[in-house]
Protein backbone atom coordinates (compact mmCIF):
# COMPACT_ATOMS: atom_id res chain seq x y z
CA UNK A 1 0.00 0.00 0.00
CA UNK A 2 1.64 3.16 -1.27
CA UNK A 3 1.90 5.74 1.78
CA UNK A 4 -0.83 8.05 2.78
CA UNK A 5 -0.30 10.69 5.06
CA UNK A 6 -2.97 12.66 7.31
CA UNK A 7 -2.10 16.68 7.86
CA UNK A 8 -4.15 17.43 11.05
CA UNK A 9 -4.30 21.25 11.57
CA UNK A 10 -5.60 22.02 15.03
CA UNK A 11 -4.19 24.14 17.46
CA UNK A 12 -6.18 22.89 20.82
CA UNK A 13 -3.54 20.51 22.20
CA UNK A 14 -6.71 18.74 23.97
CA UNK A 15 -8.74 18.22 20.63
CA UNK A 16 -5.51 17.00 19.01
CA UNK A 17 -4.55 14.67 21.69
CA UNK A 18 -8.17 13.41 21.07
CA UNK A 19 -8.44 13.19 17.47
CA UNK A 20 -4.83 11.38 17.50
CA UNK A 21 -5.89 9.30 19.96
CA UNK A 22 -9.23 8.49 17.97
CA UNK A 23 -7.30 7.89 14.84
CA UNK A 24 -5.30 5.50 16.87
CA UNK A 25 -7.65 3.40 18.39
CA UNK A 26 -9.73 3.08 15.37
CA UNK A 27 -6.33 1.43 14.12
CA UNK A 28 -5.58 4.31 11.45
CA UNK A 29 -1.99 3.58 11.13
CA UNK A 30 -0.78 5.97 9.05
CA UNK A 31 1.49 9.24 9.77
CA UNK A 32 -0.41 12.36 11.59
CA UNK A 33 1.57 15.13 11.16
CA UNK A 34 0.67 18.24 13.82
CA UNK A 35 0.84 21.92 12.60
CA UNK A 36 -0.94 24.34 15.03
CA UNK A 37 -2.16 27.41 13.13
CA UNK A 38 -3.11 28.23 9.45
CA UNK A 39 0.44 29.36 8.72
CA UNK A 40 2.21 26.75 9.64
CA UNK A 41 -0.37 24.47 7.50
CA UNK A 42 0.45 26.98 4.39
CA UNK A 43 4.07 26.47 5.20
CA UNK A 44 4.24 22.47 5.30
CA UNK A 45 1.69 22.14 2.42
CA UNK A 46 3.72 24.56 0.31
CA UNK A 47 7.29 23.53 1.22
CA UNK A 48 7.41 27.20 2.25
CA UNK A 49 9.05 29.32 5.36
CA UNK A 50 10.13 26.77 7.90
CA UNK A 51 9.89 23.96 5.70
CA UNK A 52 11.69 25.56 3.24
CA UNK A 53 14.25 23.63 0.96
CA UNK A 54 12.85 20.53 2.13
CA UNK A 55 12.77 17.10 0.16
CA UNK A 56 9.96 17.11 -2.35
CA UNK A 57 6.93 14.63 -0.46
CA UNK A 58 3.72 13.57 -1.82
CA UNK A 59 0.74 15.48 -0.63
CA UNK A 60 -1.05 14.47 2.41
CA UNK A 61 -4.31 12.06 1.78
CA UNK A 62 -6.59 14.13 4.04
CA UNK A 63 -6.17 17.38 5.66
CA UNK A 64 -8.64 18.00 8.59
CA UNK A 65 -8.95 21.35 9.18
CA UNK A 66 -9.83 22.82 12.03
CA UNK A 67 -11.76 26.75 11.48
CA UNK A 68 -11.08 28.52 14.60
CA UNK A 69 -6.82 28.79 14.38
CA UNK A 70 -4.26 31.68 14.80
CA UNK A 71 -2.54 33.67 12.63
CA UNK A 72 -4.21 32.25 9.22
CA UNK A 73 -8.32 30.84 10.40
CA UNK A 74 -9.28 27.31 8.98
CA UNK A 75 -10.96 29.27 6.02
CA UNK A 76 -8.05 31.00 4.74
CA UNK A 77 -5.76 27.76 4.70
CA UNK A 78 -8.82 26.58 3.05
CA UNK A 79 -9.27 29.42 0.15
CA UNK A 80 -5.15 29.18 -0.44
CA UNK A 81 -5.16 25.17 -0.62
CA UNK A 82 -7.75 25.48 -3.50
CA UNK A 83 -6.18 28.91 -5.27
CA UNK A 84 -3.19 26.56 -6.23
CA UNK A 85 -3.08 24.27 -8.83
CA UNK A 86 -1.02 21.60 -7.19
CA UNK A 87 -3.28 21.52 -4.16
CA UNK A 88 -6.47 22.13 -5.47
CA UNK A 89 -7.58 18.67 -5.43
CA UNK A 90 -6.37 18.25 -2.44
CA UNK A 91 -9.18 16.33 -0.07
CA UNK A 92 -9.98 18.46 3.14
CA UNK A 93 -12.13 18.00 5.66
CA UNK A 94 -13.39 20.16 8.44
CA UNK A 95 -13.50 19.21 12.26
CA UNK A 96 -15.08 21.71 13.85
CA UNK A 97 -17.09 22.17 17.36
CA UNK A 98 -19.18 25.36 15.51
CA UNK A 99 -22.57 24.44 14.34
CA UNK A 100 -22.66 27.77 12.77
CA UNK A 101 -25.22 27.12 9.07
CA UNK A 102 -22.73 30.34 7.74
CA UNK A 103 -19.07 28.35 8.68
CA UNK A 104 -20.75 25.19 6.50
CA UNK A 105 -22.24 27.30 3.95
CA UNK A 106 -18.81 29.39 3.80
CA UNK A 107 -16.13 26.15 3.84
CA UNK A 108 -18.31 24.24 1.41
CA UNK A 109 -18.42 27.41 -0.66
CA UNK A 110 -14.76 27.23 -0.55
CA UNK A 111 -14.48 23.48 -2.05
CA UNK A 112 -14.53 21.75 1.51
CA UNK A 113 -14.61 18.35 0.57
CA UNK A 114 -17.16 17.32 3.95
CA UNK A 115 -17.66 19.24 7.29
CA UNK A 116 -17.33 17.19 10.34
CA UNK A 117 -18.55 18.67 13.81
CA UNK A 118 -16.20 17.42 16.67
CA UNK A 119 -18.30 14.91 19.09
CA UNK A 120 -18.12 16.21 22.55
CA UNK A 121 -18.32 12.37 23.60
CA UNK A 122 -14.77 10.13 22.98
CA UNK A 123 -16.29 7.35 21.63
CA UNK A 124 -18.54 9.36 19.40
CA UNK A 125 -15.61 10.80 18.38
CA UNK A 126 -13.57 7.41 18.27
CA UNK A 127 -16.19 6.41 15.82
CA UNK A 128 -16.18 9.34 13.79
CA UNK A 129 -12.56 9.23 13.23
CA UNK A 130 -12.99 5.52 12.42
CA UNK A 131 -15.75 6.70 9.61
CA UNK A 132 -13.20 9.36 8.71
CA UNK A 133 -9.90 7.20 8.63
CA UNK A 134 -11.97 3.89 6.10
CA UNK A 135 -13.72 6.81 4.06
CA UNK A 136 -10.80 8.88 3.14
CA UNK A 137 -7.97 6.29 3.42
CA UNK A 138 -9.29 3.31 2.35
CA UNK A 139 -12.40 3.63 0.27
CA UNK A 140 -11.74 7.34 -1.54
CA UNK A 141 -10.37 7.09 -4.90
CA UNK A 142 -8.39 10.60 -4.93
CA UNK A 143 -6.92 12.01 -8.49
CA UNK A 144 -2.93 11.49 -8.58
CA UNK A 145 -1.13 14.87 -6.84
CA UNK A 146 2.00 15.38 -8.01
CA UNK A 147 4.41 16.20 -5.00
CA UNK A 148 5.36 19.68 -4.07
Same mark, same amino acid.
Given at each position: ????????VEDNPDDEALTVRA??????ANDIVVVRDGVEAVNYLFCEGPFAGSAPRPLPQ??? @????????? *?? *??? %???RAD???? @??PVVIVS???EEEDRIQGYSLGAN??? %???VDFEQFVQAAMQL *? @??WLILNEPPVIRNI
Open positions: MKHKQILLLRKSNVVVL @LDLNLPKLD *GL *GVL %RRIERTR @LLSSDSYV %RKP *G @LY
